[in-house]
């Protein structure tokens, strides 16, 4: 009889850059909801709308200040010989297990935030229905090794990835 180790977590965290990414992208939530807001408190003058602003103004402050912190603990990922592993989320929470001989193409997004802050988006696209698993908040540094490795892993597996 075979004993399966315990699920864990996947070893490696995502760059502490990773916080201050998903916090610049939080922040345009803080335009769409204001800006409208704004605007009817200056068009009508309603005395509801200052605290409605104010409330948005706080709820989003709030979601940038926590929730980035929160992912960080959370985003883990780890490549074996086996399996991608990566764990993400913060209300509901994803594990994905990609076996390397799955494995089709490796890819690395830097958009134009990650690129000021040096960091990318390893994507592993598999043989799933369930579609390719993201490491987003690397280093670029570690997502180009992180490639490298996959892709030397991947070729040294034997497979179709089908």
Same mark, same amino acid.
């Given at each position: 009889?075979?004993?399966?180790?315990?699920?864990?977590?996947?070893?490696?965290?995502?760059?502490?850059?990773?916080?201050?990414?998903?916090?610049?992208?939080?922040?345009?939530?803080?335009?769409?909801?204001?800006?409208?807001?704004?605007?009817?408190?200056?068009?009508?003058?309603? *005395?509801?709308?200052?605290?409605?602003?104010? %409330? +948005? &103004?706080?709820?989003?402050? @709030?979601?940038?200040?926590?929730?980035?912190? /929160?992912?960080?603990?959370?985003?883990?990922?780890?490549?074996?010989?086996?399996?991608?592993?990566?764990?993400?989320?913060?209300?509901?929470?994803?594990?994905?297990?990609?076996?390397?001989?799955?494995?089709?193409?490796?890819?690395?997004?830097?958009? *134009?935030?990650?690129?000021?802050?040096?960091? %990318? +988006? &390893?994507?592993?696209?598999? @043989?799933?229905?369930?579609?390719?698993?993201? /490491?987003?908040?690397?280093?670029?540094?570690?997502?180009?090794?992180?490639?490298?490795?996959?892709?030397?892993?991947?070729?040294?597996?034997?497979?179709?990835?089908?």
């Amino acid at each position: 009889m075979t004993v399966e180790p315990p699920l864990r977590p996947p070893a490696h965290q995502v760059s502490p850059r990773a916080v201050r990414w998903w916090q610049l992208r939080a922040l345009p939530w803080l335009v769409v909801l204001g800006v409208p807001q704004l605007v009817l408190l200056l068009a009508t003058g309603a *005395p509801a709308w200052p605290w409605t602003l104010a %409330a +948005t &103004v706080v709820a989003v402050l @709030a979601y940038v200040l926590v929730v980035p912190r /929160i992912l960080f603990r959370i985003h883990r990922w780890e490549i074996t010989d086996e399996a991608v592993y990566t764990l993400s989320g913060w209300l509901v929470r994803e594990w994905r297990i990609a076996p390397i001989s799955r494995v089709q193409t490796v890819d690395t997004q830097h958009g *134009p935030l990650q690129q000021l802050l040096k960091l %990318a +988006t &390893v994507t592993v696209t598999t @043989a799933s229905a369930r579609g390719a698993v993201k /490491i987003a908040g690397l280093d670029a540094g570690d997502a180009a090794d992180l490639a490298r490795t996959l892709t030397e892993t991947t070729q040294a597996t034997p497979g179709d990835a089908t």
